[in-house]
């Protein structure tokens, strides 16, 4: 805990306008088809959705880099009273996090497949489709080493970042496992607890300061992901460039 106050000054601001602009802005509702049998999701609330989700993915990118950058390179930023940064290293640590969580939601999403086939005769199949996830994983976790060599201003190479975690792919599958399962876990419950107690009425202002505890408390959770990507990238590539 004791770089928590770096994590709440690199994304006390950004967790602060990201919440105003989940309260101020027009929420999702779904409407209801002629026959009243299925709720739909027009074509604005989906591309309000989309850019909302990016939005937040960029916040994080954002917090990210600070973090990775606090814990290798010292920059705590303590001068600072807030931190509010998107440039090109932001932008790509972006894109490139937003490819790897589509390349592992799809192979996770051949688990499903892999669980129904296991209980009738394919059973093959069904290994064929467990092997989806578990590939996933693998090669995910093998070049996350990437995104801590953007926030340090490093080349992005994929092919450095293969040779250097050679024979570490289970073990960094396994760390980070261990701490984005919790991870998850808290950022799919936490919305419901808050949701709860903005239900009780708070008002406007209540509603924000819900949001933005909400927020700010999936952001120190979510840097616990970020210190261990940065702790392998030390022990794996290059720990004399760091401090």
């Known amino acids: 805990f004791g770089g928590v106050d770096t994590i709440l000054r690199l994304s006390w601001l950004a967790a602060l306008l990201l919440s105003m602009l989940q309260i101020f802005s027009n929420p999702i509702a779904p409407t209801v088809n002629e026959d009243g049998t299925e709720l739909m999701i027009g074509g604005s609330d989906l591309v309000y959705f989309i850019l909302m989700a990016f939005l937040a993915l960029a916040v994080q990118a954002m917090i990210a880099i600070g973090w990775h950058r606090a814990l290798l390179l010292g920059e705590t930023h303590a001068d600072r009273r807030f931190f509010l ?3 090109k290293s932001e932008l790509v640590y972006t894109f490139v996090a937003l490819a790897m969580l589509i390349f ?3 192979g996770l999403g051949m688990l ?3 669980m129904d086939m296991a209980g009738g005769a394919s059973f093959i199949l069904a290994i064929f489709f467990l092997a989806g ?3 996933a994983t693998l090669v995910v976790s093998r070049v996350s080493l990437v995104l801590v060599m953007i926030a340090l201003g490093q080349p992005a190479d994929l092919k450095e970042c293969w040779e250097a975690t050679k024979g570490n792919g289970a073990r960094l599958a396994s760390l ?3 701490v984005g399962v919790p991870m998850a876990f808290l950022q799919f419950l936490f919305p419901v607890l808050l949701a709860r107690v903005a239900s009780l009425g708070l008002g406007l202002i209540g509603d924000v300061v819900i949001s933005f505890i909400g927020t700010l408390v999936l952001m120190i959770v979510f840097c616990l992901l970020i210190s261990a990507i940065s702790l392998a990238y030390r022990e794996l590539m290059n720990p004399k460039a760091v401090n």
């Open 176 to 178: 980070y496992l261990m």
């Open 85 to 87: 940064r998107f440039g």
């Open 104 to 106: 592992f939601a799809m």
């Open 133 to 135: 996830p578990i590939l």
């Open 112 to 114: 499903p497949a892999a």
